[in-house]
């Protein structure tokens, strides 16, 4: 069947504020009802490289790069412990990422879930260890506490207009001296080794036929989900992937898992806390792109009037988003606090804000809103973690890594910025 070609200075992306289909690799465009062969479907990827529309292959060699270099200059770089330990090492931060991911693709910025993390660590183990409530129900104040300070949050800035900056500021001070008084002189609080929350980073599936069934499992739902979405598109009359694309792709995608978990049974095996951290993200990235509530989120950050317009209630999609914020700012709170077994100052510091706003934005969620996925916040933590990693073997100080971890982000904000310049001059912003 014919394709039908895109319009003159357009990339075949829909109407300002509708979401295009992709998935952890971003979008892709197809034109026409019927999807082309794999000849139409290279020229699509050229002519997204002609108008810098890279997708995450910036995010992808950056992380091959970083990981050469160290492997280079220290041979235990890639070996199975290391890569064990910073699977786990960037769980915390990665929650925390995700939930930023999803005030960042509202144009929006909250400065207060390093403090939320830290006060769900500080809630959860004053209630445990002070006062002798079930570890279950203290998680789950915990969280709560995280989801109602996101929503105050939230009400303030839809509601009465506070900018996000200044409330999330507030917030960021608020919360954090609300966990030093939790904490009281001490400065830290420490909890069972053995209970629900050490368990999340120091529980290991060792057997090996439960990483590799994962992985098929995976696979096997990562291939039926496109084959059943083509068919679905397909009969609809909609645009859709063609075979060999989806093909190309699970190929990819079970090659990444396998070795994956081969690489992590040679340690321990596979990390509880992995797993999670990878079912958040595939859930928020469905969220995101699958039902109509995320659908409105992302048109909400490509114009708060165009969204209006359309009959979105701007007001409800914002506060929900920092809700959303300040639950996963508790959940990565929690699994920090699992991995120090104790509840501390340590995510209020300041670092856990940066390293989760770093995180978001260098794996390619665009500042300007309206661009981005929750797999940014996946590449982005693997390089700001494999750089301190890298750097902890190597015996370098952290003064360097913040030199580092700070050129990376520069390079990620310019380039995000020239990605919107070039949409600017085609006429897709």
């Known amino acids: 069947m014919a394709v039908r070609e895109p319009t003159p200075g357009g990339d075949g992306s829909p109407p300002n504020g509708g979401v295009p289909d992709g998935g952890p690799g971003g979008p892709v465009r197809r034109y026409g009802r019927y999807a082309a062969p794999l000849t139409s479907y290279a020229h699509a990827v050229r002519h997204r490289l002609r108008q810098r529309d890279l997708g995450p292959t910036?995010?992808?060699?950056?992380?091959?790069?970083?990981w050469i270099v160290f492997q280079a200059l220290n041979h235990n770089f890639l070996s199975p412990r290391n890569l064990s330990i910073l699977s786990v090492d960037i769980v915390g931060t990665g929650m925390v990422a995700v939930g930023i991911v999803f005030?960042?693709?509202?144009?929006?910025?909250?400065?207060?879930?390093?403090?939320?993390?830290?006060?769900?660590?500080?809630?959860?183990?004053?209630?445990?260890?002070?006062?002798?409530?079930?570890?279950?129900?203290?998680?789950?104040?915990?969280?709560?506490?995280?989801?109602?300070?996101?929503?105050?949050?939230?009400?303030?800035?839809?509601?009465?207009?506070?900018?996000?900056?200044?409330?999330?500021?507030?917030?960021?001070?608020?919360?954090?001296?609300?966990?030093?008084?939790?904490?009281?002189?001490?400065t830290s609080i420490s909890f069972s080794d053995e209970g629900l929350v050490a368990q999340l980073t120091s529980r290991y599936f060792g057997a090996a036929a439960v990483g590799y069934g994962l992985a098929a499992l995976a696979t096997a739902a990562y291939?039926?989900?496109?084959?059943?979405?083509?068919?679905?598109?397909?009969?609809?009359?909609?645009?859709?992937?063609?075979?060999?694309?989806?093909?190309?792709?699970?190929?990819?995608?079970?090659?990444?898992?396998?070795?994956?978990?081969?690489?992590?049974?040679?340690?321990?095996g596979l990390p509880l806390a992995l797993l999670i951290f990878l079912a958040v993200v595939v859930v928020s990235d469905l969220f995101l792109r699958r039902t109509p509530y995320g659908r409105?989120?992302?048109?909400?950050?490509?114009?708060?009037?165009?969204?209006?317009?359309?009959?979105?209630?701007?007001?409800?999609?914002?506060?929900?988003?920092?809700?959303?914020?300040?639950?996963?700012?508790?959940?990565?709170?929690?699994?920090?606090?699992?991995?120090?077994?104790?509840?501390?100052q340590v995510p209020g510091s300041g670092m856990l804000l940066i390293n989760a706003i770093a995180a978001a934005v260098i794996g390619g969620t665009s500042l300007f809103g309206g661009r981005g996925s929750t797999w940014s916040a996946l590449l982005g933590v693997l390089i700001i973690q494999s750089i301190a990693s890298g750097m902890a073997l190597l015996g370098v100080g952290s003064p360097v890594q913040f030199m580092i971890t700070g050129g990376v982000l520069y390079t990620a904000v310019m380039l995000d910025a020239l990605t919107r310049r070039s949409a600017e001059t085609h006429g897709r912003v």
């Open 58 to 66: 910036p995010v992808l060699l950056a992380l091959a790069l970083t």
């Open 223 to 268: 291939l039926t989900f496109c084959l059943r979405d083509r068919r679905r598109r397909g009969a609809a009359g909609m645009p859709y992937r063609p075979a060999a694309g989806i093909w190309i792709r699970t190929v990819l995608l079970a090659a990444a898992a396998f070795t994956a978990v081969y690489v992590l049974d040679q340690f321990e």
């Open 296 to 344: 409105q989120i992302f048109a909400l950050g490509g114009g708060v009037e165009a969204a209006r317009r359309a009959g979105i209630d701007a007001t409800r999609v914002r506060i929900a988003v920092f809700m959303v914020s300040g639950t996963l700012a508790a959940v990565g709170g929690l699994f920090i606090a699992s991995r120090l077994t104790s509840a501390s």
């Open 103 to 186: 005030v960042l693709l509202i144009g929006e910025i909250d400065l207060s879930v390093g403090s939320l993390a830290g006060l769900a660590g500080a809630v959860f183990a004053a209630l445990n260890v002070n006062l002798g409530m079930p570890e279950w129900l203290a998680v789950l104040i915990a969280l709560a506490c995280g989801a109602a300070a996101g929503g105050l949050q939230g009400v303030s800035f839809a509601r009465i207009g506070v900018p996000a900056f200044v409330v999330t500021l507030a917030g960021l001070l608020a919360w954090n001296g609300l966990m030093l008084y939790l904490l009281g002189t001490e």
